[in-house]
C-alpha cells in the first residue's frame, strides 16, 4: 500500500475509535502520532533495505509481528509515563493498520502467500526486484491499477471524513507555521 492509502486507513480507524471512546473527533498531537505511525513501518524499512542494503527487503523488521510485539509494550510504557496515553495508542494504531493493509487481498480468501514479512526473521521473504529509492519504485515498480486506484478513493473518504470531523490538527498547524514565519522575519 502506498503512503496515502495506510494515512487514510489510519485515521478512518482513528476517528471511528475516538468517536467510539470519547464521543468526539481525535485531536492535533495523537493525529501527528497517528501519521507517523501508518507510516513507520515504512519509514524503517524501505531506508534500510533500498538505500543501505542492511536488511533483506521493504517489508522485514518494522513489518514484522516480532518486532510489533517489542514495540507495542515499549510504546505503551513510554505513553504512560509521559501521560500521553492517547498519543501512544494513536501511533500504534497507525503501525498496526499499516501492518493489517499491507496483508494481500488474497488473504480474504484464504491464500496465505504474500504474508511472509509478518514472522520475519523466522520465515524467509520471497526475493525483491531491486529498487533504487522511493522515486524508482514509483517510476518503475508500480502501475496504477484497480488496487492503487481504491487507495486514491480511500484516502478521498478520509479527507470527507476529516473534514466532516472539523479539519482536526489544522488549526495547530498553522498556529505552528504563523509562528516560524513571524519569529523568522
Not at 3 to 28: C, E, I, K, N, S
Not at 112 to 117: K, M, N, R, S, V
Amino acid at each position: 500500500m502506498w503512503p496515502w492509502g495506510h494515512l487514510a486507513v489510519a485515521y478512518l480507524l482513528y476517528t471511528a475509535y475516538t468517536h467510539y471512546r470519547f464521543d468526539r473527533p481525535p485531536r492535533a498531537l495523537p493525529l501527528i502520532a497517528l501519521a507517523i505511525g501508518s507510516q513507520f513501518p515504512d519509514l524503517i524499512d524501505k531506508p534500510l533495505a533500498w538505500s543501505v542494503s542492511v536488511l533483506p527487503g521493504g517489508r522485514t523488521l518494522g513489518h514484522s509481528l516480532l518486532f510489533a510485539a517489542l514495540l507495542i509494550p515499549a510504546v505503551l510504557l513510554v505513553a504512560a509515563r509521559l501521560d500521553r496515553q492517547q498519543i501512544g495508542i494513536a501511533f500504534l494504531i497507525g503501525h498496526v493498520s499499516h501492518l493489517v493493509a499491507d496483508l494481500p487481498p488474497s488473504v480474504l480468501r484464504g491464500d496465505l502467500a504474500g504474508t511472509e514479512f509478518l514472522l520475519w526473521p523466522l520465515i524467509e521473504q520471497p526475493p525483491e526486484d531491486p529498487v533504487d529509492g522511493i522515486l524508482d519504485a514509483i517510476l518503475n515498480y508500480y502501475a496504477l491499477g484497480p488496487y492503487e486506484w481504491f487507495q486514491f478513493a480511500l484516502f478521498a473518504l478520509a479527507i470527507l471524513v476529516w473534514y466532516r470531523d472539523g479539519l482536526p490538527g489544522l488549526a495547530t498547524v498553522r498556529t505552528s507555521l504563523r509562528r516560524r514565519v513571524v519569529g523568522e522575519s
